[in-house]
């Protein structure tokens, strides 16, 4: 990937690519291990946001498993899991009225007792906190846009800070080459679906013999209510309306902090239906009055949407490559029917950072980094997805009420017969993208209009996500052939990514008369969510990372 411009450089022991839980927490444990050990280690944190935190967004019910793991003292020092979960609750959602699922019917793995409601962007915060305070150098809104390598193939680093190139691809008087940051390993930390992660599973060919990775796409909005209606401690999830059986996902909606409700929807993005709006079903979704309840005489202060990785066990891509390894949501970890996957990238991040410090210590580097995949295999972390892994193809295959009937089945059999299922493993089959059907086989579904109350438009969502990037930079939304949005998608697919994207991006515009469509970018707007990249049927749509510092800066996220 690496070009022939003459940069600067720079050497550290270790390169983490992503200031997220995984990263951080392999960053935090290197210097832990080198303490211990009496020794030094030099560890470069390089974050794409503009200071860390500001691209993380999860619900979050946070499992404190990991945490604890990295710190034992953690309340004692302050970590922001702010909400103990006091009440769980789940409900079938109907167009008008739900159904409460008793608790009790579901297995153990599926309650939050013992799990904190919190910000996940805070947390990391916190944690990039802790992490300087032992000498970790993070770099925020330096994004590595792309990879350098040795002789011998194996990754060797990134090239980071490339700015001052035009729309036109020519360079502006600003212009920097960036510089090369090189490590003796690079661990990927760069979330889902991670420009760099793609290029290192292609090129070593990690995800031989491994099923497609699936895929959700996250939406939340963050409110805060008054007293009347502020339950602390409160989490709720829901499945049903307003998708119908054939589509999976639904709803979260946590409790927190200064009178801060968390709401959220998920939906899975092996749809068929290719006139299905995410974002819309969400404004639909916050009119139910199991939810509207709880926003009355309250005021949404953020928003934004990200991927989530769902493949889980049968995904995971062989995790070593010869240089580094995936950590985190570049790998994915995420537990489908807990929600929750930040336990699980803090343990995988510690479990990397064990195996690099290992390998540094025996005069090693540039090779792959097989202690990692061992210890994996050996971890909590394994043992839990290998116990849910039928959870989302069960679902998939069966539809909402059969199917998460069935992995709730499935659920209660793993996790009381260490692992077993009737079913074995299940497989996912096609990617996402190929999931999606034909337009003529659906009918074109009429949103409701946003009242500015409950529901909202596109624009001034993205607006409180306080995104903003350099206007006149490449788009970092790359078509393959520009051609196929307007020639095959749009007849095909009506040309879906008008509607999945969160963000308004993409557009396709008409003449005057209504002819002559023409497919636009609208780049400025992106929150970096990724769908894109993995739903477009087509696959001509690649994500690359824009200019550092830009995309969504999010509080309390």
């Not at 939406?219 to 805060?224: A, D, G, H, I």
């Not at 239906?273 to 709880?294: G, M, T, V």
């Not at 996957?341 to 290992?358: C, P, Q, Y």
């Not at 040309?495 to 308004?504: K, M, N, S, V």
């Amino acid at each position: 990937m690496s070009d022939d411009v003459e940069r600067e450089s720079m050497d550290y022991d270790v390169v983490i690519v992503g200031a997220g839980p995984a990263g951080l927490a392999a960053a935090i444990r290197l210097k832990q291990l080198a303490e211990a050990a009496g020794s030094e280690i030099t560890v470069a944190v390089l974050e794409k946001g503009s200071e860390v935190g500001a691209h993380i967004l999860s619900g979050a019910v946070i499992d404190p498993k990991g945490l604890a793991e990295l710190f034992p003292d953690w309340k004692e020092k302050g970590a922001p899991l702010e909400t103990p979960v006091t009440k769980d609750r789940f409900l079938l959602l109907g167009p008008q009225g739900d159904i409460t699922i008793p608790m009790f019917g579901l297995p153990p793995l599926m309650h939050n007792h013992g799990a904190y409601i919190a910000s996940l962007a805070n947390v990391c915060r916190w944690l990039g906190a802790q992490a300087e305070e032992r000498g970790v150098e993070i770099y925020p809104g330096f994004a590595a846009s792309d990879l350098t390598f040795r002789d011998d193939g194996s990754v060797k680093g990134v090239i980071v800070g490339v700015v001052g190139i035009g729309k036109d691809g020519e360079k502006k008087p600003d212009y920097q080459p960036g510089m090369e940051i090189n490590g003796k390993y690079v661990l990927i930390g760069e979330g889902v679906r991670g420009s760099l992660a793609k290029v290192i599973q292609a090129k070593y060919g990690l995800t031989e013999g491994r099923e497609p990775q699936k895929f959700g796409i996250g939406l939340k909005e963050l409110w805060q209510v008054p007293d009347d209606v502020f339950e602390p401690g409160l989490a709720q999830h829901t499945a049903g309306w307003p998708l119908d059986d054939a589509t999976g996902g639904g709803s979260f909606m946590y409790h927190f902090g200064d009178h801060y409700v968390a709401l959220g929807f998920v939906v899975h993005l092996n749809y068929k239906n290719p006139w299905i709006s995410p974002f819309d079903e969400f404004q639909r979704l916050k009119h139910h009055p199991a939810i509207s309840r709880y926003l009355k005489g309250g005021k949404r202060i953020a928003y934004g949407a990200r991927g989530i990785t769902e493949g889980g066990w049968q995904s995971i891509p062989k995790l070593a490559f010869p240089g580094g390894a995936l950590i985190g949501c570049s790998a994915g970890f995420v537990n489908v029917p807990r929600i929750k996957g930040s336990h699980n990238a803090i343990k995988t991040g510690m479990l990397a950072a064990e195996a690099a410090f290992e390998a540094i210590g025996a005069g090693r580097e540039g090779d792959t980094l097989e202690g990692y995949e061992t210890a994996f295999a050996g971890s909590w972390v394994a043992k839990e997805l290998h116990t849910v892994r039928n959870a989302k193809p069960l679902w998939s295959r069966f539809g909402t009420l059969v199917g998460s009937g069935l992995a709730v089945a499935d659920l209660w059999c793993t996790s009381f017969l260490g692992g077993f299922s009737p079913w074995g493993t299940l497989k996912h089959g096609k990617s996402d993208a190929a999931s999606t059907g034909l337009a003529k086989d659906f009918k074109p579904i009429v949103y409701p209009k946003p009242d500015g109350v409950l529901s909202f438009d596109k624009l001034s969502s993205v607006f409180q996500s306080s995104t903003n990037h350099e206007e006149d930079q490449p788009a970092h939304l790359r078509l393959a052939d520009p051609a196929v949005p307007v020639n095959v998608n749009l007849p095909r697919y009506a040309e879906p990514a008008r509607l999945y994207c969160p963000a308004g991006v993409y557009e396709v515009l008409y003449d005057e008369a209504g002819q002559n469509p023409k497919f636009q970018i609208n780049a400025q707007n992106c929150v970096h969510c990724k769908t894109c990249d993995i739903k477009d049927p087509s696959q001509n749509i690649t994500w690359t990372t824009p200019e550092g510092g830009g995309g969504p800066n999010y509080p309390n996220m």
